[in-house]
């Protein structure tokens, strides 16, 4: 066993490898709030990687409608009544992680199930379907039926549920870049990663009898592009790139800006104690318990903080979808955001105001083309 430090966590937690962070670690944030539900990162994930034989049922990339839906069926209920109450001391963590014991030993193997075949047969299951039915209209700050769109890739954690679990080291997390891979030459189909996934994204291949998962599209990553789903996205609400420990946070750097700096993108349940890193900006509509338990401590103020968003912010925000290409610093320079890739050259520049044009009208009278009077 080791004593790995959680960030997340604002904690040490026992986990059952040491802690070999890569040399750079990929990370996304998805802005819920702009999502509407489209499905073309889905399809467009499943067109490139998962349409082969065995893979009819396996959906790398999803988006589910929360609080019913989810792919496979139930997952994060399931796992939450396993995993027991959260407990959070301010921002730190007070209860257990599905790698630790009550007593705070490690456990023999991550708190998990397996699904039944029937729970992973539709990947938007319950979509827009709402808590209730409302009866005297819907207002914000906060809705009380609500729902909202969750999307989901593999979290490429720090400390994978999928790593702990699986007997035969055949899934490992690249040095690199820290995306999560099987090595289908040792992976025997135990299934014991499925069990260990506390967010149910390691897959098993029914016809290759082997684990599959989202590689993070590493081959376009190594391009110094990003992944397909984050392309893909019609509602810009994805960015991928790279992020660093609180203390190594550079402002400059979009992902650590939203996570580290500004604090309004959060990690997914982050009490299971796998540093995942996939973040989200949380909906501004869902009531705040809610957020509570699926985000952590930190929703209100990320919603405060995103709803009010400053120049600076705005920028920032202005560089999702707005390229194809890794963003690895941003500048504001002028009335424009300039995004750059690894190189140092510029990969975007994106105006803060969109250009207004006014279309003149015909005035017959006269015979000619008049624009509105100020």
Not at 7 to 30: A, C, E, H, N, S
Not at 80 to 85: E, I, N, P, R, T
Not at 108 to 116: A, F
Request: with cysteine.
């Amino acid at each position: 066993m080791a004593l790995v430090e959680n960030w997340q966590l604002r904690r040490k937690m026992q986990y059952k490898y040491d802690d070999t962070r890569p040399k750079r670690q990929i990370g996304f944030v998805f802005d819920i709030n702009r999502c509407i539900g489209c499905q073309t990162c889905t399809m467009a994930c499943k067109s490139t990687w998962a349409f082969s034989k065995g893979q009819e049922y396996m959906w790398w990339n999803n988006v589910e409608t929360k609080p019913y839906g989810g792919y496979p069926q139930h997952w994060d209920t399931k796992l939450l009544v396993q995993h027991g109450a959260q407990q959070w001391r301010g921002d730190e963590f007070a209860g257990k992680t599905i790698f630790e014991k009550d007593d705070g030993e490690l456990r023999d193997e991550p708190v998990g199930y397996i699904p039944d075949v029937a729970e992973w047969r539709f990947p938007n299951i319950y979509e827009d379907t709402a808590t209730g039915f409302a009866k005297k209209g819907l207002s914000l700050p906060i809705h009380q039926d609500f729902f909202f769109y969750m999307q989901r890739i593999c979290n490429h954690c720090t400390y994978p549920g999928c790593v702990a679990a699986c007997p035969r080291k055949a899934i490992y997390k690249r040095p690199e870049d820290g995306i999560v891979l099987v090595d289908q030459d040792r992976c025997r189909g135990y299934q014991e990663c499925v069990a260990g996934c506390p967010y149910k994204k390691s897959l098993f291949n029914t016809h290759t009898s082997k684990a599959e998962k989202c590689i993070a599209c590493y081959p376009r990553v190594e391009n110094n592009e990003i992944p397909r789903c984050v392309a893909a996205c019609v509602g810009h609400i994805r960015l991928s790139g790279w992020i660093s420990l609180p203390g190594e946070a550079r402002p400059d750097n979009p992902i650590d800006y939203l996570v580290h700096i500004r604090k309004v993108a959060l990690p997914l349940y982050p009490q299971f104690g796998t540093e995942p890193n996939v973040y989200y900006i949380p909906p501004r509509w869902v009531p705040r318990n809610h957020l509570l338990q699926t985000f952590g401590p930190g929703s209100q103020k990320a919603i405060d903080v995103r709803m009010d968003a400053d120049p600076e912010l705005f920028a920032v925000l202005k560089l999702f979808g707005a390229t194809t290409g890794t963003i690895e610093r941003f500048s504001i320079e002028g009335d424009s955001v300039i995004g750059f890739g690894a190189d140092g050259k510029t990969v975007i520049e994106m105006p803060l105001e969109e250009p207004f044009y006014e279309r003149p009208f015909y005035d017959a009278d006269a015979d000619v083309y008049r624009f509105n009077e100020p």
